[in-house]
């Protein structure tokens, strides 16, 4: 039988290396671990999908271990030692069949499956974030504390094709730290949107001459930590280190609405693709998926770990997902009773088969008696 993994609508990594798997329509949490054997070097530090089917879960731990998570089998399939350079994952894709990383000393590299000639790239110490263009996927864009936004090309590898500029001293003429936290780019365009720890939120437009931001915007006071586009690219949500997630108009820059009801700094964020949802993770471990249209709480889930990242399924018609599962469970188990069947061995009754040889051997001793007699 198939496994129930597959229909699990968000998944989650942990601190503590548990990958958690999440099926709001029946409240249901499955977590996939060897708990006998986990430790807190396993903590899941960065996550991505391994294809466009959404079949595979990529899982990057703390001691540089890549693990691939297969949602058909629900079980983990492979195991990819990618250690090199210093600190924890800030970075997962795949690009061409090959696993791209990124950790925080600056390594970026591409693992060519069967290559001794791996592509490294050094982006710049103390990372925060790495972030593949969806669109074009050999792009991606690195930042972090005092180091700004680049965006590379895998093809060509030797020098960044962008580079941001500093934005111009405050108004005490003092120079504007950088800390770039996360990144997103926007599609059907060239640009891309940012958050800094420095509470910004920034928008670059490679394509211009310009290398400062196009747009900028404000929230709050508390450092920014994670940042997703909605379906439409016309509204980015963020959130910060005090557990408050905002939704801000990328046309105007300024404050659409807020979230309410978090508890502790947030992690990760990630908006449907289609649906007018958004689910966020953090410190206070809860799993929330609010509706951005009218910033209801369309679920809540305690997850008993604190979380790091989160991967939101792409699937529709959630409301349809019952009957497909009820009926998809119903046709396995009939395959499989059929398949029982089938390879059961046919009993047979000694004793019926032992009385009705009796009955024989009697019947043709009477018919021998009663031939005897005619023919005396």
Known sequence: MASPARWNHVWIGAETGILKGVNLHKKQTTNYAELTTLSRDQEVCAMCWGDDQESEVLVGCLNGTVKTFSTEKGKFT??????????????????????????????????????????????????????????????????????????????????????????????????????????QFIPDSDRIVTCTGYHQVRVYDPSSPQRRPVLEATFEEYPLTAVSLTSDANYVVVGNTHGQIAVIDLRKGKLVKCFKGFAGSIRSIQCHSSLPLVASCGLDRFLRIHNIDDKSLQHKVYLKSRLNCLLFTSRENWEKEDIVISADCAEEIKEEDDEIWDTMKTVVDKNKTKRKTEHQKTETTIKKKLKKIKHN
């Open 78 to 183: 492979e195991f990819q030692d990618c250690s090199g350079g210093e600190g924890p994952f800030q970075g997962l894709a795949m690009y061409d069949s090959s696993l791209v990383t990124c950790v925080e000393s600056g390594l970026l590299k591409v693992w060519k499956e069967g290559s001794p000639d791996n592509v490294e790239i050094n982006v710049g110490r103390d990372v925060c974030k790495m972030r593949q263009n969806p669109t074009k996927r050999e792009y991606m864009a690195t930042g972090g504390k005092e180091n700004d936004l680049k965006i590379w090309d895998l093809q060509r590898p030797e020098i960044p094709i962008f580079k941001a500029k500093n934005v111009r001293n405050d108004w005490l003429d003092l120079r504007v730290p950088v800390w770039v936290r996360d990144m």
